[in-house]
Every structure is written in structure tokens, then in C-alpha cells.
């Protein structure tokens, strides 16, 4: 997800997020979907085999690197009314259940712009055996979405590599006058027919439903126009269908509750006192003032970086994807509070490294043809473009005091509509089948720390279902059954699939890794280095700070890449389960080397290795990390 407010929020709307690569393997790369040109519909046809259970005879491919994955293909109407001519290939994915079998189990990831098949990665043992224990005796089957992964990719490379939020909006505008007619098949009521086309084409009547945040409003928008052919329904991280907020106000008021939530443990007591308070300061400082800082990268070029009030809500939506970005905020934020906005204007530099997307991963094309095809908007779908920026300005300008909770209108810009603004008619007005919903068991799944989809977006969805449930996992973040490393989400959905009653809330558990203490500075004594006791502080808070941003970086992604220090050095990977430290610098003047290797997986995460401690200001020495502890020898005493 590219960095700058906007994207991020809205392709997350969205991600599964997949497990650590030091929890769990990555996925092969062998299985990635190839891009295909725009816009794609090539058949990819493999060896015959024999049809399985109740799938129509068709061109079938094993295309697992080590399970019984079969790739087939649905062909599909681009136009459904038949006046746009052409179709789409679908890229299926199944595999058989084992054992006595219990059902149809359908995965559908987010976005919108993710391909399921692509995210799911059903031709991978260690993927299979994670949801053949969150649905056991179901066959598993995951398809890319038209205009994502190997189903007719839409790629606009200019709004794929679009940062900034004038940038992104001019982006999709273009985006959409390059896609043309076919641009208008791509809402959610769109998506929830090529369901049921793949559904009919493998031959099932009833399926179950596993959607992700984007996932879960179609998910329910199928539920809408075909209850009977549905048997449940598990929504992780939940969206509404009927979600009536352009400006996503209702996204934005619920972050200082949910922040406040994130601290509710203690864990920010030693960067913060009040974090949701910190965040709301900041954010309209920013907007009124945005910064300019220079960021040294590792090569020793620097980087002019802007943070405004969006970025800095971009930075914290992420957040809730991300356990080492969560770990680094509110030291960061209070920092920058405080006037040292070096740390913030680091955090931001990587937030923007870090997010870019291949279209093949998620596609901002089909995302823009999808949400802004369905709305709603406050313009009517034929509104000519250069009429619909003074109806949105009297829109956020009718809104009650208050709406942006403890931010300003400048706020109102996190929402589609302003995304949107410019993308040709019609814009909006997609709607979605009227009903009603099935009577059928429903289990959401909402984390504490879910600052896109709040709890309280699930607990109205769960109210619509009479055998409606809802698990709420403190704490815990985005795509919240794979984010949440206790295993409390996925057991309780593997008993709610096996006709168990699953809790209401799971316990909190302790992060990976703990937010980073406040970031220390040394009096402006040029020349006089600390003692060897306040040298010791600043080592603590810099190993604290270098393992959440390492987290945050190699430790999510697996990239060897290396990640710049605040003021210098750098952190190096040279394996998924260890970083290296050279020169590394969160406060001027004291440098830390050496290489930490995880010693125990957690949560937490504990770390050991030898550091060696120099720089102008330092007491310098050699200190060894072992159980949480320092010791050694700095400016010639023992310590720790």
C-alpha cells in the first residue's frame, strides 16, 4: 500500500493480512500470478484430468507446488445486460476436503483488488492445513475477482505508483478514462454474480462464505442476491453492504476510542500518557502545517518527506496490519509533540518504501472501478465531474459538529468521495440485490485494534442475523484471525465450524513486541559524553526501537533491504529470524552494532546477541542481550 493517507486506508480496507514469515512460511513465489496485460481474458488450459466431486467437465490443471490444488477456469459475461460486448476468465482454485465431507467453503480475500486465489495460496501444504483446521471437512475454493490476479487484470500504473492524495484522485480519474466502457462492470453486485457463476460452474448448491474486510461486504452482498445458496457465513474484520459514508467519518471518529483501547494494557505508559490524545494534536498540527524533514537513507543521500494530517492517519490506519509500526507510534507521535519530528519523518519515509503494491498483489484499478461504481457519493451517478466538488464541499458542510470526532473536516478527504471526484459517469448508484438475508449461522470477528473496520460495524451486521455472533479479539488488528498469534480467533472459529459455541472475547495477549519507551535526548552538552548509566538507557530504547522497526519492515515482509536508523546507521537482515546493527542511531551522538537473533518466538518476541556501544557522546563498551537483560562493560565499569 503506497504510504499517503488515502491509499493506504483504502486498499486496506482490505488486506488478509498473512501470517509472519518468522511465524510461518512464506508462500511459494512460484505460485504468483503473472500480470496480464489489460484487459486480459486468456484461457489457461493444462492437462485434462478427471472432473472432481461436482465439478463440470473443463479444462483442469494441478497447480499446487505440494498439495491437490486444481486451477480451472469460468468464463463469464464482462456485460451481464449484453450491451457492452466481451468476457471475462475466472481463475479458480480447489481443493478437496478430507475425511467425511461437511461442505463448500469459499475464500474471499479484500480490496477490493486482492485476488482471492492469489491470497489465499491453496497450492501451498502450510496454507491448506491452517484453513483445513479453521474448516475441517470443507473443499476449499478460492477464485481471483474479475480485474484481479490471473482473472483479467486491470492495471493503471499511474495510479498504482500514486502517493499523495491530489495525486491519487488525478490517477483514478485517468484510470477510468483509460478502462473505457468496460470500466462500469466492476461493482460489488458485479463481483457477487461471478460468485455465483463460479458456484454453478463447480456444481454446488449451498456454499459457506469466509470473506476479509472488503471480502465481507461481498460476501453479504451475495448473501443478499442468492440467500438460498448460502450456508454460513464467517466474517473477519466486517464491512457493511449498505455502508452509507463517503467521507468515512464514522472510520476516523471511532480511532481515539480504539487507540485509547490499544493503551487500555499499560503498554504505552512509558512513551505516553495519552496516545488517542497525542494522535489528534498531531494530526491537526499537521493539517494546518504540514512538515518538511529530511530523512538520511542508508547510501548516505537524503530524502525530503511531507507529512500532513492525512499521512500521519495513513501511517496509523497501517497500523493495525503491522505489530511493529503499532509498537513504534506513540513514542513517535509524543516525540514529535514535543518538537523532535525527526522519528515521525523517518516512520513516514518507510511507511512509504515499504506499502508499495504490484497490481497483481492488489489492483488500484479494480479498486477504483469497484468503489467508485458503487458509492454512494453525494452526487447523483450522471452528475457531470465538474458539478460534483461543490456538492461534496456542501455535503462535509452540512455535517453536525463533531463528525471527524476530535479532528477537522480536513478529515472529510480520508473518504472515497473525494477519491472519486473525478472519475466519469457514472460514479455511484451500483446497487446491491434488496434481500432479504438468509436465516444462517454468522460468526464475526472483530479485532480491539481494528482501526478500518471498528467493532461496532460488526456488532450491527451480527444484529441482522438471528444466529448471529460476535468475537471480539483485544488487542488485535485488521484480518484479525490470521493477525491474532495466540490462536484464541482461530480456535474459536474452528469450533463455531464443528457446531461448538465460540467465546464472545478472547483474552488479551501480549504483543510481539512492546511499544518503543520514549525516545531519549541527550542535553545539548557538545563534547561531554553520557554516563555509563545514561548510556545504558539510551541502548535499552534503542534496541526497543530497532526491534519494533524491524518488525515493522523485514520481520512482516521477509526484504533484505536495509532500513535507516533515525539519525543514522542502519538495520540489515540476514535472516528471516535475526537483524544486524550497524552504526545504528536513535539519539545524536550514541551508535549501536551487532546482530540480535529471535531466541523465543512469543508473543513477545525475546531477542539475545552482543552490541558493541561507541559515538561522541557515548560511554562506549560491549553490552550482551540475554532473558530481556543488558550487561557488560561501558566507559570501562561493569553494568547491567
Known amino acids: 500500500m503506497p504510504k499517503v493517507g488515502l491509499k493506504g486506508f483504502r486498499s486496506a480496507l482490505a488486506l488478509t493480512a498473512l501470517p509472519l ?4 512460511p512464506a508462500r511459494s513465489a512460484a505460485l504468483a500470478p503473472s500480470s496480464v496485460a489489460l484487459p486480459p481474458t486468456s484461457f489457461h488450459a493444462g492437462v485434462r484430468l478427471s472432473p472432481l466431486t461436482g465439478l463440470a467437465p473443463q479444462a483442469q490443471t494441478r497447480c499446487g507446488t505440494d498439495t491437490d490444488v486444481v486451477c480451472t477456469q469460468v468464463v463469464v459475461p464482462l456485460d451481464r445486460s449484453g450491451v457492452v460486448p466481451g468476457t ?3 481463475h479458480v482454485e480447489v481443493v478437496p476436503s478430507q475425511g467425511v465431507s461437511r461442505g463448500v467453503m469459499f475464500l474471499i480475500a479484500g480490496g477490493p483488488g486482492q485476488g482471492s486465489a492469489h491470497v489465499y495460496g491453496l497450492g501451498t501444504a502450510v496454507n491448506v492445513s491452517l484453513y483445513r483446521y479453521l474448516f475441517p471437512g470443507y473443499t476449499l475454493v478460492a477464485y481471483d475477482d474479475r480485474g484481479t490476479g490471473d482473472s483479467g487484470l486491470l492495471d493503471c500504473p499511474s495510479l498504482q505508483r500514486a502517493n499523495t492524495a491530489d495525486g491519487e484522485r488525478d490517477a483514478a480519474a485517468a484510470c477510468g478514462q483509460a478502462l473505457g466502457a468496460q470500466r462500469d462492470f466492476y461493482s460489488t453486485a458485479d463481483h457477487a454474480e461471478d460468485l455465483d457463476a463460479v458456484r454453478q460452474a463447480l456444481g454446488y448448491d449451498k456454499i459457506a462464505l469466509y470473506g476479509v474486510s472488503y471480502g465481507t461486504k461481498l460476501a453479504l452482498a451475495y448473501a443478499l442476491a442468492h440467500p438460498s445458496h448460502v450456508e454460513r457465513l464467517l466474517l473477519d474484520s466486517v464491512v457493511a453492504p449498505d455502508f452509507q459514508d463517503p467521507f468515512s467519518a464514522n472510520v476516523v471518529r471511532a480511532m481515539p476510542a480504539t487507540l485509547a483501547g490499544f493503551c487500555s494494557d499499560g503498554g504505552c505508559r512509558a512513551a505516553t500518557g495519552n496516545f488517542a490524545g497525542d494522535v489528534a494534536a498531531l494530526a491537526n498540527r499537521l493539517a494546518a502545517k504540514p512538515l518538511r524533514v529530511a530523512v538520511a537513507e542508508t547510501d548516505g543521500t537524503k530524502k525530503q518527506v511531507r507529512i500532513d494530517g492525512l499521512e500521519l492517519l495513513s501511517v496509523l490506519i497501517d497500523a493495525d496490519l503491522n505489530p511493529g509500526l503499532a509498537a513504534e507510534l506513540p513514542a513517535v507521535v509524543r516525540a514529535a509533540l514535543r518538537g523532535s519530528t525527526q522519528p515521525l519523518a523517518r516512520l513516514a519515509y518507510l511507511h512509504d518504501g515499504g506499502n508499495q503494491e504490484a497490481s497483481v498483489d492488489l489492483s488500484f484499478a479494480l479498486y477504483a472501478a469497484t468503489v467508485c461504481r458503487d458509492g454512494p457519493f453525494p452526487w447523483a451517478p450522471d452528475t457531470p465531474v465538474g458539478a460534483r466538488a461543490a456538492l461534496e464541499q456542501s455535503a462535509i458542510a452540512a455535517l453536525p459538529p463533531g463528525a471527524f470526532g476530535p479532528f477537522g473536516v480536513w478529515a472529510a478527504r480520508f473518504g472515497n468521495a473525494d477519491f472519486c471526484l ?6 455511484g448508484g451500483a446497487a446491491l440485490a434488496p434481500g432479504p438475508l438468509p436465516n444462517v449461522p454468522v460468526l464475526a470477528v472483530s479485532g480491539g485494534f481494528d482501526m478500518r473496520t471498528p467493532t461496532a460495524g460488526a456488532a450491527s451486521v451480527v444484529a441482522l442475523f438471528p444466529q448471529g455472533k460476535l468475537l471480539v479479539v483485544p488487542g488485535v488488528g485488521h484480518s484479525t484471525v490470521t493477525a491474532d498469534f495466540s490462536g484464541c480467533a482461530a480456535k474459536a ?8 459455541a465460540p467465546p464472545s472475547e478472547c483474552p488479551r495477549s501480549q504483543p510481539l513486541v512492546a ?18 548509566a545514561a548510556t545504558l538507557a539510551i541502548v535499552r530504547a534503542t534496541l526497543k526501537e530497532a526491534e519494533a522497526v524491524w518488525l515493522m519492515t523485514s520481520g512482516v515482509t521477509g526484504s533484505t533491504a536495509p532500513v535507516p536508523g533515525i539519525y543514522g546507521g542502519r538495520i540489515t537482515s540476514p535472516s528471516s529470524t535475526s537483524f544486524k546493527l550497524t552504526g545504528y542511531t536513535v539519539t545524536q551522538g550514541v551508535s549501536v552494532s551487532g546482530t540480535l537473533k529471535v531466541a523465543k518466538v512469543g508473543p513477545p518476541l525475546a531477542f539475545e546477541g552482543l552490541l558493541t556501544v561507541s559515538g561522541k557522546r557515548a560511554a562506549s563498551g560491549v553490552l550482551g542481550l540475554k532473558g530481556g537483560t543488558l550487561r557488560g562493560t561501558l566507559g570501562g565499569k561493569l553494568i547491567g
Open 515 to 532: 511499544p518503543v519507551p520514549a525516545l531519549p535526548v541527550l542535553p545539548a552538552r557538545p563534547g561531554r559524553p553520557a554516563s555509563p
Open 493 to 500: 472459529v474452528h469450533t463455531w465450524m464443528t457446531g461448538g
Open 21 to 24: 514469515v518468522l511465524l510461518l
Open 88 to 90: 471475462v476468465t475466472l
Open 422 to 427: 473525478g472519475w466519469p459517469s457514472p460514479s
